[in-house]
C-alpha cells in the first residue's frame, strides 16, 4: 500500500524469538563481531516487501557487564536485531531447564524427566518461575520497541507466556503466536504441572498457528478439555473473545539453494566430493545432535541394511551430520556418546582398511558445503521421532533437480504431510522397515525417481517461506481485535 505522500507505506514487525539470528562473538572490552546467521526465517521475513522487520531476542552470550551490553546493543541495531539479556542462572533455568529439559522433549512425545524424578519435580516449580520471569523479560524489551501499528510475531515453545504478558501491557496490541515444534495430543500435554497456565497465556495470543492442521486440533482439544472452553472451526473461544488458531505450513527459500547450485565454490565442492566417493551411492543425514531426531535408530538401520546386504558394504557410504546442539544438557550429552559408540562399533564391524561406511561429523557445514553435500546424495536420510516440520528435507529437495535422488522420510514429520507422496514413509521406530527402505531407494529406477522428485520439487518451489510469513502476518493483521468488536457492539 502508498501512505498519503506516495511513499511505500510499510508494516513494522516485530519477531520475538529466543534467539536471534546473530551469533555474536566478543572481541574486547566493547567490541563485538556478528555474524548472521541466514535461517529459514530471516530469508522469509527480507522476502516480504512490505513489512520492515525488527527481531527481538537472546544473542546467546551471557554479558554481565554494562559496557559490554551496551556495545553489543549498539552493533546489534544496525542488523535490526534487539538483544535481551539473559544471566547464567535464568539461561540455566529458562533455556536449559524448563524449555529444552521439559517442553521440548514432551511436545515431541518423549515425555517429561524420567530419571531423578524427585529431583525434577522439586525443580520444576523453580524452572517454571524462570521460564516465566524469562518471557517477562522479552516483553518489556517488546513493550519499550512497540509503536502503534506494529505487529508482534512471537516465536516457539520458548515464548508461552510472551502473548499474555503483552497483551497485559496492551491489550490492543496485535499478537500472533506460532509453534515450531508439534503440539502434542492433549493426553500428552495433560502430563504437565503447568498445562493450564500455559494454555491460557497462548489463548492471550489474537492468531495462534501450527506447522500441521493435526498440531492446531491437538491445541484446541487441550483447550475443552483440560480448560473447558469450546472449540470452533475459526479457533478457542473463552468468555467471548476468539483466539484464531490456524495450520500455517512452513517452507524453505528454495531460490537461494538452487542458485547457489551454479556458483563456481559449490561447484567445486560437488566435483571434489563426487571424486572423494566415486564408485559408492551417497547415504545422507543431517540433523542437530538432538534425540528427537532418531540419529542412533537411522545408524542402526543402515547397520541391518549392511549385515542383509553384504553386496554393497563397499559400494555406499552414509555421511551423517550431526550439529551440536544444547550440550548443557545431560540427555544431548548422553546421546552424543550413545551415537559415537554405536558409529564406532558399525566402522569396526564393516570397515576395511580403505574406508568407512559411516562417515560421522559433530559440526555444522557452510552453506556452500551443505549444498553440494546435498547435490550429490544418492539417499537423504530424515528419520526423527518427531519434527515440527523438519526442513533438512526441504533443502535436499531444493538441491536435488540434476540427480533427483531419494527421499526417506518419518512419517512423524510435519514435512511427511507435504512430501509424503515423493518420499518412501517410514516409521523411524521400526529399524527392519527403514533397513527396507533403503535397499528400495538403492535399487530405485530413474523413472521412478524423477517421478517422485517431480513431486516433491513442486511442492517445495512453491510452498516457501516468504509465503508463509505472508499469509501469517495478513492473517493476524485481519483478526478483529477485541476493542474494535466492543465498539460493533
Ligand atoms: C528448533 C527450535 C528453534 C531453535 C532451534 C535450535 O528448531 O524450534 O526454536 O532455535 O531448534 O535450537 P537452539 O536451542 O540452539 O536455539
Not at 365 to 381: G, Q, R
Request: glycine share 6%.
Amino acid at each position: 500500500g502508498e501512505r498519503e505522500d506516495g511513499r511505500p507505506f510499510k508494516q513494522r514487525l516485530l519477531v520475538v524469538a529466543n534467539r536471534l539470528p546473530v551469533s555474536a562473538i566478543r572481541k574486547g572490552e566493547d567490541s563485538w563481531s556478528l555474524e548472521i546467521s541466514a535461517g529459514g526465517l530471516v530469508s522469509a521475513l527480507l522476502g516480504v516487501k512490505a513489512l520492515e522487520a525488527r527481531w527481538i531476542g537472546w544473542a546467546g552470550v551471557n554479558v554481565p557487564d554494562e559496557i559490554g551490553q551496551k556495545a553489543l546493543t549498539k552493533a546489534l541495531a544496525e542488523k535490526r536485531c534487539i538483544p535481551v539479556f539473559l544471566d547464567e542462572e535464568i539461561v540455566h533455568q529458562y533455556y536449559n531447564g524448563y524449555c529444552n529439559n521439559i517442553l521440548w522433549p514432551l511436545f515431541h512425545y518423549l515425555g517429561l524427566p524420567q530419571e531423578d524424578r524427585l529431583a525434577t519435580t522439586r525443580s520444576f516449580q523453580s524452572q517454571f518461575e524462570a521460564y516465566q520471569k524469562a518471557n517477562q523479560m522479552f516483553a518489556d524489551v517488546v513493550n519499550k520497541h512497540y509503536e502503534e501499528g506494529d505487529v508482534v510475531w512471537c516465536h516457539d515453545y520458548h515464548l508461552m507466556f510472551l502473548p499474555q504478558c503483552l497483551k497485559n501491557y496492551n491489550p490492543k496490541m496485535k499478537v500472533g503466536w506460532f509453534l515450531h515444534t508439534p503440539f502434542p495430543s492433549s493426553e500428552i500435554h495433560r502430563t504437565l504441572p503447568s498445562r493450564s497456565e500455559l494454555l491460557h497465556a497462548v489463548l492471550a495470543a489474537d492468531l495462534v498457528g501450527f506447522h500441521t492442521y493435526d498440531y492446531a486440533r491437538h491445541f484446541v482439544s487441550a483447550c475443552t478439555r483440560i480448560l473447558g472452553l469450546e472449540g470452533t472451526p475459526e479457533g478457542v473461544e473463552n468468555q467471548g473473545k476468539l483466539t484464531r488458531v490456524a495450520a500455517f505450513p512452513i517452507g524453505i527459500d528454495s531460490e537461494r539453494f538452487i542458485r547457489a547450485l551454479d556458483l563456481p565454490q559449490v561447484k567445486g565442492h560437488i566435483k571434489e566430493l563426487q571424486e572423494r566417493f566415486k564408485g559408492r551411492k551417497v547415504m545422507l543425514g543431517v540433523d542437530r545432535l538432538d534425540m528427537i531426531k532418531g540419529i542412533p535408530q537411522k545408524i542402526l538401520a543402515f547397520e541391518k541394511f549392511l549385515e542383509e546386504n553384504p553386496d554393497w558394504r563397499d559400494k555406499v557410504v552414509l555421511l551423517q551430520i550431526a550439529v551440536p546442539t544444547r550440550t548443557d544438557v545431560p540427555e544431548y550429552q548422553k546421546l552424543t556418546s550413545q551415537v559415537h559408540e554405536i558409529v564406532g562399533r558399525i566402522n569396526g564391524r564393516f570397515g576395511t582398511l580403505a574406508t568407512v561406511p559411516i562417515h560421522h561429523l559433530d559440526c555444522s557445514l557452510d552453506f556452500h558445503k551443505l549444498c553440494a553435500l546435498y547435490a550429490v546424495t544418492d539417499v537423504a536420510l530424515v528419520t526423527s521421532l518427531r519434527d515440527g516440520m523438519n526442513l533438512v528435507s526441504y533443502e535436499f529437495v531444493a538441491c536435488q533437480d540434476k540427480k533427483k535422488g531419494v527421499l526417506i522420510l518419518s512419517e512423524f514429520a510435519g514435512a511427511a504431510q507435504s512430501l509424503g507422496a515423493g518420499a518412501i514413509l517410514v516409521n523411524p521406530w521400526n529399524i527392519t522397515e527403514v533397513a527396507a527402505a533403503i535397499d528400495k531407494a538403492l535399487n530405485m529406477k530413474s523413472e521412478e525417481r524423477e517421478k517422485r522428485h517431480k513431486h516433491n520439487f513442486k511442492h517445495v518451489t512453491t510452498h516457501t517461506a516468504q509465503e508463509w510469513a505472508e499469509t501469517f502476518v495478513s492473517e493476524l493483521n485481519d483478526t478483529i481485535d477485541e476493542a474494535q468488536l466492543r465498539t460493533k457492539q
